[in-house]
């Protein structure tokens, strides 16, 4: 049987992004999150991608979490 992993085109909420290192929080429309990191990247993707605005923690380095519902 196929195991079919979510990518962020089937979330179906808001993707919240925060900073553990400084406390930044931000919310991205599906959409901005599907046109930033692309629709088919799987959840464990995410992090490696971002990077926080403000004290410029990355997330492959353990700093950012992500929550979306899916």
Known sequence: MAH???TLRRIKSDL???CRRCG???VW????AIQVLGGETLPHQIRGKI???LCG???????IDTDARM
Do not use: E, L, M, V
Request: aromatic content about 8%; proline content about 9%; some cysteine.
């Open 4 to 6: 079919i992993w979510p």
């Open 16 to 18: 919240t992004i925060t």
């Open 24 to 26: 930044n929080r931000q």
């Open 29 to 32: 429309p599906r959409a901005q």
């Open 51 to 53: 990077r926080c605005d």
């Open 57 to 63: 923690a990355r997330g492959r380095d353990g700093f």
